[in-house]
C-alpha cells in the first residue's frame, strides 16, 4: 500500500512540474511583446488603441477557445493540451517576429493564442486529481508561479535581447526557440506521469459541489475584474512607465520585472498561509483592497524610489490573491465538470480581461494615459466589493482508491 502511494506521489509530481513549465512559457509567449510595444508603436506609427488590439488579439483568441479546450479534456485529451500548447504557442511566436504590419502582427498574435488556449482549461483541472485540498493552494500555486516567473522576466529578458540583438523581431525568434527547447522535458514529464498510472488505477473523489453554486458565479464575476487590472498591468505597465514617467524602454522593462517579482513573493506567502489557514477569500479582499489604492498612487508623478516602492506594493498585494483564487475555483467546480468548469472560467470569466487593453488603450487616446489607470482602480476595486460576497468553503476530505488491473479497490 505504501509502495502504491508513493508512486501515485511521483506522479503527481511529475504532473505538478510539467504544468509548472507550460505555465511559465504561456507567460513568456502571451507577453513577449509588451517590452516592444512602444518602440513597435514608433515604427508603425499607430494609436493606443490598435497596440491595444496588438496585446489583446492573443488573449482574446486564446479566451474564446477555452471553452472547447476544457469540454475535450473532460474528453480525455487533458494531458496532451498541456504540452501541446506550447510548441503552438511557440509556433506562433516564431511568425509573429516576421509580421511586419499591424494586420499580420495581429493575425499572427491569434495564432499564438489559439496554439496556447490548451493549458489554462487543463491544468488546474488536473492538479486537482493529483493533489489533496490540503496540498491544493501549494500545488496550484507553484504552477502560478512558473507564470509569473515568466510574466517576470519577459520584460527584463526582452529588453536584454533588443540590445544585444537590435530588433524586436530576433528576441521574439530566440524566445520561440526557448518554446520549442522546453516543449521536450513538458512532454517528457506528461507521458512519464502517464505510463505510471497504466499500471494502477487511481480515483480521488474529490471535494466540490455535485453541481454550480452561488460561489462559482460570483467567481466568474471576480475572474473578469481581476483579469482587467492582470493584463493591462502585466502588458502595458512598460509602455504607461515610458509615456508617463519618461523612463527608456530598458527602465520601464526593469520596473515591471520589479512589480512582477514582487508578485512571486506575495504567491509564495499566500500558497503557505492559504492552505495553513484554509482561506480563500480573505486573501482575496486583501489582494484587491491593498493594490487599488497603490495603483491610483501612479497617477501622482511619483519619485523613483517612491515609484519602485509602489510597484512593489502592487506586485506583491495583487498577485497575493491568486494562489488562493486558483485553490478556490477548484473547490467550487462541479466535481465531475471541472474540465467545462475551467472552460467557462478562462473563457466567459476571461473575456473582460482579454479586451481590457483595447479599453486601456482606447481611453488612454481620448483622455489619457492617467485616466487609464483609474479605469483599472476601478476594476479593482469592484473586484473587492465581489470578494466580500463570497462563502468560505467548508474542508472536505476526499477518498483515494487504488487498484491494480484487474483488482478490488483498496481504500484510503
Known sequence: MIFLLARTTQASYAVLAACTISHFINHVFTGALSPFLEVIQSELGISY?????????????MTTAHL??????????????????????????LLTSFAQEFVFLTIFQIFMGIGASGYHPSSFPALAEKFPNSDRAKATGIQA?????????????GVTLLIFLGSWQGSLQVL?????????????????????????????????????????????????????AF?????????????????????????????????????????????????????????????????????????????????????FFFYLGVPANTALQTEISPRRKRGLAFGIIFSIGSIPGAVSPIIFGYIGDLYGLA???????????????????????KLQKGVVQIAMPGEAILHQ
Request: net charge neutral; charged share 10%.
Open 49 to 61: 488603441t490598435l497596440i491595444g488590439i496588438i496585446a489583446s488579439a492573443a488573449v482574446v483568441a
Open 68 to 93: 472547447l479546450v476544457g469540454y475535450l479534456g473532460d474528453k480525455g485529451y487533458r494531458d496532451a493540451f498541456i504540452s501541446i500548447s506550447i510548441i503552438g504557442a511557440a509556433f506562433a511566436t
Open 145 to 157: 508561479m512558473g507564470g509569473l516567473v515568466g510574466m517576470a522576466i519577459t520584460p527584463f529578458l
Open 176 to 228: 520561440a526557440i526557448l518554446g520549442f527547447v522546453l516543449f521536450i522535458p513538458t512532454l517528457f514529464l506528461m507521458r512519464r506521469s502517464s505510463s505510471e498510472s497504466k499500471d494502477m488505477k487511481v480515483v480521488v473523489e474529490s471535494e466540490g459541489p455535485e453541481g454550480w453554486t452561488r460561489n462559482f458565479w460570483l467567481v466568474i464575476v471576480l475572474m473578469g475584474l481581476r483579469g482587467m
Open 231 to 315: 493584463r493591462c498591468t502585466s502588458l502595458l505597465m512598460p509602455l504607461y512607465l515610458v509615456v508617463t514617467y519618461g523612463a527608456s524602454t530598458v527602465s520601464a522593462g526593469i520596473l515591471t520585472a520589479i512589480m512582477l517579482t514582487a508578485g512571486l513573493f506575495g504567491e509564495v506567502v499566500s500558497s503557505i498561509l492559504s492552505d495553513k489557514l484554509h482561506n480563500r477569500v480573505a486573501f482575496l479582499v486583501v489582494s484587491t483592497g491593498f493594490a487599488t489604492p497603490a495603483l491610483l498612487l501612479l497617477n501622482f508623478a511619483l519619485e523613483p524610489i517612491m515609484l519602485i516602492l509602489i510597484l512593489v506594493i502592487i506586485g
Open 371 to 393: 485616466a487609464s489607470i483609474l479605469f483599472l482602480v476601478v476594476t479593482t476595486f469592484l473586484a473587492t466589493i465581489v470578494a466580500l460576497f463570497l462563502k468560505e468553503e
